[in-house]
């Protein structure tokens, strides 16, 4: 089974945009075992659009069209698939009247021109709009299909999950229920991880489900996913849990969550758990822990805040911290503690490094002061190497403190 | 002129890396006048690589292949485009010394597929590698052209920078140099700028250079790019000079640089030429001015530090506000005035707002209310309602804060 995509805008070809949506389409597909060999750009202009399509339906099966479903002049994706398929447009007032009321519910006055969008070639089924107001469609050309989505991403992943996927599968016999789970990672390279992995990814390699890929994520770490496939959810959900802790149990210690966990959302879980608070002393990093804890809904309820030390004379003055060296595990500890009477904390998180330029008091450009105070008050402190330039070194520093502290809090 | 894009590899089919380039490209074909119609992803496979490029220069004038230049066996980009040329690769000596001597120099075995790289399709110009070991290659077919570059963005650049871009506009018979600037704006939406520039986007389609483009970049604001092309550099600097100028005219509130200025260099250049220092107090933003403002390399000279004051408790005892209302100008002022006794600076900047999911003591989502203390301790304090969920009005804070500091200090 092939499974070409070809997206459609000028604004792609001019760079205003960046086609992410093949991306994700390409990296769905190759998941669900569907081969994707061509993918193209092509802009609002119905005779490249036809060509296009010509052109990948010559050797794929089916084909992804993304985009230009709006309801504006430019909009030409339909027009052009009915050129492809020999037939015309036609209204489907069922389409219409959705249309309409959608625009009655939000007081909104409906242009004649979004009438369009319920023009569909005579001869194609309808995927049903749930959130914007264009259907998708699937249409059949002679035993192959074209697919036509829209090209705002979050109506583009919905349809595709819900109607492509399954129809893609209904064509080429496989079976039809697909599902992934991911494991977030934080501690081990992408190629240590392989290394690590390769009796496993070997032994999926020969049975073919599910299948697993790495996927570097930054200062999100590197998830490693695992998509499987069944004839029924439950078979597959027992499939994946099976797998998901077979991978789990090769390298335990850097797994730190599953799917939608983060690694802040797991940390503000962990104390939330055990009724603590945090406070975040900041040097290197200059709040960016802090932000990152806050980003969560509902982190007020543990995050009391924290100090930004970036001048020496803040770390003395406002935490504490006793003069001298402050690129030390000594000065770490000292924030640690410093920051949880500041702030009223419980739990104190610091950092203290060297981003760069320069290398400062003799430390290199990448080193890393980590220290937690906790309940008792007893600090614990550790140093890494960071590599990178300057920001990399700050984002990594942020992923490898809240572990850090992860690490400490999962301690008896 | 006409020039159209290859992307080579399977792993951007595959949705394992976002395929960039070919935007990237299609940005600066756009800006120098030449049209990119078709965009291609393909894989590590010869006949589908000839057939891409069979199919893309039967339309366009030239086409750009990103990638497959590398040293093992699935990059072949230089086989399929000697196939599409008609001719076969002969081993380059120039290239191969390189190469050899690259790998001297860093005390490194140099393997002999490395020597791949140094294979160059009879007829083919070579484009001289500067940083990586693959050279680029310039490949005429017919009077029609296949550049082949590599797919590393900052070698691609640079080569279609230095060799590409050069020979397209002399094919074309265009003026040979090109140059582009950028007015950093923040505080008009990206319509709201158009509809005002309205009459000098006009007069530039009339005369049609230079050429201008608006970039929405989320909180780095909206760039406005102009790019001139003419027969020497000094007319096309004068060119450009020029219609900046009219440009900022127009707008002139909401330009706050240009180039690679950034809000925060912007800022911390002001402070720094009034030998002022700052400090930051942030409640909304979790730590995120103070993170973005210590990004720039420094910083260190202006940024005392700062109070990321989450929990009210950490407003009231570290940064001295009264009790009472939380989300108000009048906590703002006061954290803002306490920011600067406890971190030690003549500034201080303060934010305190809604960032949701929910309300707040009636307080709609969005809302920011926004202090600065000044070296004579008088505060001013303004209230922005933002737009977008958690992280877009946290974000938009961030760049809203800076701003209007920056407009402060640039009050006599």
């Known amino acids: 089974m092939r499974c070409d995509v070809v997206a459609v805008g000028t604004e792609l070809l001019l760079g205003q945009i960046v086609d992410t949506n093949s991306s994700w389409l390409g990296e769905q597909l190759a998941a669900a075992g569907i081969d994707s060999c061509l993918q193209v750009k092509v802009g609002d202009n119905q005779s490249r659009i036809v060509a296009a399509l010509r052109q990948v339906l010559r050797d794929a099966d089916a084909v992804i069209v993304c985009g230009g479903l709006g309801p504006t002049h430019d909009d030409i994706t339909r027009e052009a698939i009915a050129e492809v398929m020999g037939t015309t447009l036609e209204l489907d007032d069922v389409i219409a009247d959705r249309i309409a009321r959608m625009f009655a519910s939000r007081n909104r006055k409906m242009s004649e021109n979004n009438l369009r969008q319920a023009m569909v070639p005579v001869g194609a089924g309808v995927i049903e709009q749930v959130r914007g107001t264009a259907p998708g469609l699937i249409c059949p050309v002679g035993d192959k299909v ?7 991403p979050y109506e583009l ?3 595709f999950e819900r109607a492509i996927l399954p129809d893609l599968l209904a064509r080429s016999g496989e079976p039809r229920r697909i599902a992934s789970r991911v494991l977030r990672t934080w501690g081990e390279s992408e190629s240590g991880l392989n290394e690590r992995l390769q009796p496993i990814i070997d032994e999926l390699d020969r049975v073919g489900n599910p299948t697993l890929a790495f996927l570097a994520s930054g200062w999100e770490g590197i998830k490693v996913r695992l998509t499987a496939r069944g004839a029924d959810e439950s078979s597959v959900a027992a499939l994946l849990d099976d797998w998901v802790e077979r991978v ?3 390298v335990p210690e850097v797994v730190f969550g599953y799917d939608g966990d983060t690694m802040e959302s797991v940390v503000l879980d962990l104390l939330r758990a055990r009724g603590l608070t945090i406070g975040v002393a900041e040097s290197v990093t200059g709040g960016l822990v802090a932000g990152r804890l806050t980003a969560t809904p509902g982190s007020s309820d543990v995050v009391r805040g924290g100090v930004v030390a970036y001048a020496n004379e803040v770390k003395f003055g406002v935490l504490g911290v006793p003069r001298g060296p402050v690129i030390s595990e000594d000065t770490a500890r000292a924030m640690a503690l ?5 702030v009223g904390a419980s739990v104190g998180l610091a950092l203290t490094g060297v981003a760069g330029p ?3 008091e003799g430390a290199t450009v990448g080193t890393l002061c980590l220290a937690v105070a906790m309940p008792d008050r007893a600090a614990s402190s550790t140093t890494v190497m960071l590599p990178g330039d300057r920001q990399t070194m700050r984002e990594l520093a942020v992923i490898s403190a809240l572990n850090y502290l992860r690490q400490l809090l999962l301690c008896p």
């Open 248 to 250: 789990r149990a090769v």
């Open 338 to 342: 410093g920051v949880c009477e500041t």
């Open 358 to 360: 320069a290398e400062q």
């Open 157 to 159: 992943h919905e349809m």
């Open 146 to 152: 074209v697919y036509a989505v829209p090209g705002v």
